[in-house]
């Protein structure tokens, strides 16, 4: 079964920066649109950024200016590279896809990782 996965969570200091990654696990024959999302348990979870087909983005308020989401849509990745980290940031992020297509022709379902930690404390 396909799956999402991410990497490049860890700790970091405030103001300091990580860069997250997410990829499919098997081959994928398109996606539209993909997501970074924030969530901790007793958190509502929070949608940080996504980028279109066509890479069209957006970004959360609190994010705006300090994080950047691209992707490679040949290889169906997705980055998010995070500047200038404070500690409201510390949270698990997970990538979502929508509009998977696994092959021409073929629809899956939206897939989503299993979440990378990130930690901001000094």
């Known amino acids: 079964q396909v799956q999402l996965v991410e990497s490049g969570g860890g700790l970091v200091q405030p103001g300091g920066s990580l860069t997250l990654s997410c990829a499919a696990s098997?081959?994928?024959?398109?996606?539209?649109?993909m997501h970074w999302y924030r969530h901790v348990p007793g958190k509502e979870r929070e949608l940080v950024a996504f980028?279109?087909?066509?890479?069209?983005?957006h970004y959360a308020d609190p994010v705006k200016g300090r994080f950047t989401i691209s992707r490679d849509s040949a290889k169906h990745t997705v980055t998010l590279q995070m500047n200038s980290l404070k500690p409201e940031d510390q949270d698990v992020y997970y990538c979502?896809?929508?509009?998977?297509?696994?092959?021409?022709?073929?629809?899956?379902?939206?897939?989503w990782g299993r979440g990378t930690q990130v930690t901001v404390s000094s």
């Open positions: 979502d896809a929508e509009g998977v297509e696994l092959a021409p022709g073929q629809d899956g379902d939206d897939l």
């Open positions: 098997e081959c994928i024959f398109s996606i539209d649109a």
């Open positions: 980028i279109s087909s066509g890479g069209l983005t």
